[in-house]
């Protein structure tokens, strides 16, 4: 059974996208691997970005005849409060491990190891929740995997000390950028950019005739060129530096900005961010505020092909999905030069990086004024998407790593 | 009958090296002692992910100096490189290297200036695959060239410098060897061997060695 709306395609239904020879490699690589037990391990089966992709993923493997399941650790609210904190501290947020967090984590991952399958001969563990499972597995015959989302490169000291030992333990670790990857870990590290799916709600084709309704429905006119950021109202990603950027290049270039997050009534930050992004805009009526429920990827979608230039201005990312999404959608992207953004865009190739508010005012103008640039850059985003950050790509990296592993790396 | 052409294709893995330069000494530094396979990822790799499209500079090195290190003139040296004129990568290091040193001499205000973003050196491995499809004659390979991924054009005309140790790609070494007394064999072997790999796409170029194999009749 499916979940959250989520369904699974099948391999053939990629082949218009992303061409016969894709699919044909796929087939081949399996072919070579031959029979092998592979099993993921995380800690959601719904939520959260890991859980989406594995959804649409593992059917895939299974498709291609590799005996691949999904295993998810069981955890209560103080071991997730926990695992949050620690996922915090690795990202660079202050925090000290107490000794009863380290005993709620270490407790909870010994007593998961009983319930799980790890007769495989690839076990890949997702981020740092179920890291500490390999330390209570006592049979070695799986290679163990680390595949790491997120960013380890600056973590803070206290906690990562007290990971690194069960870090160490892996065979190899997977990272999504080459800036997120951690020098002291000791252990390999291979690139996996994370990917979209291209028939995903989020990223699906839609027919003018939604994308119309959508925003009607949303408040947005069509009659003057939005300019988007999709990204939840978060200090670092630069709502209101985005703002003073739209009002910069607005004098010369008629447009509409709209901004679409997240609900922020959990987040206390948020809500705080939401007001002042709300004070910053005045009562503009070229600025367009939204505030979405969290699944609205339909919506998402509709904005991000409705808009003729895609922002992604934050002073801190992570890999940056949302440039992934423009880009996809041939949009003109313009994204910061930090985290995972300039692993995607190719500066004036496929769009463009700024440094700045002005910088980023400067290339609405230009990209406003320029169907020309508009045109070539998304072409040629898409493209990269096709190259580099689609699923089944993902799919081909798996399927890569365990081939090398299993035949000996160099 | 001479030998089947044997298409296949080439897969590649990333690692991360680990080793990180923050400026124009560091990444000279670094070229000197990255592994081979981080050399090829960085050229070679490097065009084919970007195989859509001409652009200014194919290396990550020239890109990378452009954009984060803000440093027109060390892009348009190392831009200028011809992963044609290279049959091995430790000559292709040697060159990378003496261009960024020569430029840290000259410029030595800038050799520390931090960059934007740091370059990560990486590595490739590549897994080469049969793809089941052979071709006995020009023709019959100029039927099969559309059927195959951009992967298996990459490593057919590219890459294959690197496995032959020659300057050329599969296609010509095979018209040359098997028809060496057909002239136009040989011209349209010349023609793909001169074909501007930087000013056309890959798909483009797939589609004049197409309309080249047209040409021959054996």
Redesign the interface.
């Known amino acids: 059974m499916r979940e959250n709306s989520v369904c699974a395609n099948a391999l053939d239904e990629y082949t218009p996208l992303i ?4 699919v ?2 796929l087939r ?2 399996v072919e ?1 691997l031959g029979s092998v037990r592979m099993t993921m391990i995380n800690s959601t089966r719904t939520g959260g970005g890991v859980a989406e992709i594995l959804w649409r993923l593992m059917p895939l493997f299974e498709e291609l005849g590799v005996q691949a399941t999904w295993q998810v650790m069981k955890g209560d609210e103080p071991f997730f409060q926990v695992t949050k904190n620690i996922h915090n501290a690795l990202h660079g947020m202050p925090h000290e491990l107490t000794p009863k967090e380290r005993e709620i984590y270490l407790s909870t991952t010994k007593a998961n190891a009983p319930d799980l399958d790890f007769d495989h001969d690839f076990i890949f563990i997702h981020d740092p929740q179920p890291a500490g499972l390999i330390k209570y597995v006592k049979s070695r015959k799986a290679t163990w995997i680390w595949r790491c989302h997120i960013d380890i490169s600056h973590p803070v000291p206290g906690v990562w000390n007290f990971l690194e030992p069960t870090l160490r333990r892996y065979h190899s670790a997977i ?1 999504s950028s ?2 997120f ?1 951690q ?1 002291k870990l000791g252990i ?4 996996f950019y994370p990917s979209i799916d291209p028939l995903s709600d989020k990223n699906r084709e839609i027919p003018q005739r939604e994308i119309n309704g959508i925003l009607k429905r949303l408040g947005i006119p069509k009659d003057k060129p939005i300019v988007l950021q999709v990204s939840r109202y978060d200090r670092l990603k630069d709502p209101i530096g985005v703002i003073r950027a739209f009002r910069l290049a607005q004098r010369h270039v008629p447009c509409r900005l709209v901004l679409a997050g997240g609900a922020a009534d959990d987040d206390p930050e948020g809500a705080e961010v939401l007001a002042e992004v709300k004070a910053e805009s005045g009562d503009d009526p070229d600025i367009h505020i939204l505030v979405l429920p969290p699944d609205s990827n339909l919506e998402i979608n509709a904005l991000q092909r409705a808009a003729t230039v895609v922002l992604q201005k934050s002073l801190r990312e992570g890999f940056g999905l949302t440039v992934t999404e423009g880009l996809w959608k041939k949009r003109a992207v313009i994204g910061s ?2 985290g995972g953004i ?1 692993n995607q865009i ?2 004036e ?2 769009g463009v ?1 700024v ?1 700045s508010v002005a910088g980023c005012a400067n290339e609405i103008r230009r990209l406003l004024s320029d169907r020309v640039l508009r045109e070539r850059f998304g072409k ?1 985003g898409h ?2 998407v096709r ?2 950050f689609l699923i089944t790509g993902a799919l ?2 798996y399927l ?2 365990m ?2 592993l299993r035949e000996g ?2 | 009958m001479g030998e089947f052409f044997t298409l296949k294709t080439s897969s590649n893995l990333v690692e991360i090296t680990g080793l990180r330069a923050w400026n124009m000494r560091q990444l000279g530094e670094m070229i000197g002692m990255a592994p081979d396979e981080s050399i090829f990822h960085h050229t070679f790799q490097s065009f084919r992910e970007h195989h859509y499209v001409t652009e200014p500079y194919a290396s990550d090195f020239a890109q990378w100096a452009e954009v984060s290190l803000h440093f027109p003139l060390l892009a348009e040296e190392l831009g200028v490189l011809d992963i044609r004129d290279f049959v091995s990568l430790e000559a292709l290091r040697m060159e990378l290297m003496g261009i960024v040193m020569r430029v840290v001499d000259e410029h030595s205000n800038w050799a520390r200036r931090p960059a934007d973003y740091p370059f990560d050196f990486c590595r490739s491995y590549s897994v080469i695959n049969e793809l089941g499809l052979q071709a006995n004659t020009p023709g019959e390979l100029a039927r099969i060239l559309p059927q195959v991924g951009i992967r298996c054009l990459h490593y057919h005309l590219i890459e294959a410098r690197l496995r032959i140790g020659l300057k050329g790609n599969d296609f010509s070494f095979w018209l040359r060897s098997q028809w060496e007394d057909n002239h136009k064999c040989l011209d349209v072997a010349d023609a793909i061997e001169s074909m501007d790999i930087y000013h056309y796409t890959l798909p483009e170029l797939r589609d004049r060695i197409i309309n080249l194999l047209r040409e021959v009749d054996v």
Do not use: C, D, I, T
Request: no cysteine.
């Open positions: 061409g016969e020879s894709e044909k490699e081949l690589l070579r990272v080459p800036a990857a020098g390999r590290q291979f690139l030069a930090v300039p190719r500066n190739v496929n990086l440094h040629y493209e990269a190259e580099e081909r990296r890569l790593l081939l090398m790396l160099h």
